[in-house]
T-cell receptor, first 111, second 112 residues
Framework: QQPVQSPQAVILREGEDAVINCSSSKALYSVHWYRQKRGEAPVFLMILLKGGEQKGHEKISASFNEKKQQSSLYLTASQLSYSGTYFCGTENMDSSYKLIFGSGTRLLVRP | NAGVTQTPKFRVLKTGQSMTLLCAQDMNHEYMYWYRQDPGMGLRLIHYSVGEGTTAKGEVPDGYNVSRLKKQNFLLGLESAAPSQTSVYFC???????????FGSGTRLTVV
């Protein structure tokens, strides 16, 4: 039931792009994305809903492929502040209100 | 506006002792959750609540109990602490189903 994230870790130079993937074997209602810095709480980035539109801001965006039960997080022109661990959380169609998290993707952005 | 407040922030327990972790939110959120996070791992759902007076089991509920007597508070109890319950515990809340979660700063619990 836990979603699978890939890659497990990414190292970037400042200004490079990255894609983090999240996939589930279950039919999904929603996908959440969070970023956690060391020693801190996870911080909400965005939510994608079944039937909804792709969400995002200028440099961080995400998509949700309902047919494949997959979501991708796109980090464009990465900044040092993007470093941290990114988690996707999925809510299945048959178990509402429960958000189950993947094991995370560690992102390190170097100068 | 404090958001989600967890108390205590740190605690050391001896095996077999009991304790209660408190989570309080001032955002009038309907849903509240307790997760645990172990080193290098993701967040695992322990219990959750979709409204005052309701509770439900998550992925790893054994050894824990919860109560939601007031909308703003969600308590997590450890009946008889075990070393396997050493972890960082995060409380989270959300306004409703289609909204993101706001997390508390966490409680670092060590059971010796």
């Amino acid at each position: 039931q836990q979603p699978v994230q890939s890659p497990q870790a990414v190292i970037l130079r400042e200004g490079e792009d990255a894609v983090i993937n999240c996939s589930s074997s279950k039919a999904l209602y929603s996908v959440h994305w969070y970023r956690q810095k060391r020693g801190e709480a996870p911080v909400f980035l965005m939510i994608l809903l079944k039937g909804g539109e792709q969400k995002g801001h200028e440099k961080i965006s995400a998509s949700f492929n309902e047919k494949k039960q997959q979501s991708s997080l796109y980090l464009t022109a990465s900044q040092l502040s993007y470093s941290g661990t990114y988690f996707c959380g999925t809510e299945n169609m048959d178990s509402s209100y429960k958000l189950i998290f993947g094991s995370g993707t560690r992102l390190l952005v170097r100068p | 506006n404090a958001g989600v407040t967890q108390t205590p922030k740190f605690r050391v327990l001896k095996t077999g002792q009991s304790m209660t972790l408190l989570c309080a939110q001032d955002m009038n959120h309907e849903y509240m959750y307790w997760y645990r996070q172990d080193p290098g791992m993701g967040l695992r759902l322990i219990h959750y609540s979709v409204g005052e007076g309701t509770t439900a089991k998550g992925e790893v509920p054994d050894g824990y109990n919860v109560s939601r007597l007031k909308k703003q508070n969600f308590l997590l109890g450890l009946e008889s602490a075990a070393p396997s319950q050493t972890s960082v515990y995060f409380c989270a809340s959300s306004y409703r189903q289609d909204y993101g979660y706001t997390f508390g700063s966490g409680t670092r619990l060590t059971v010796v």
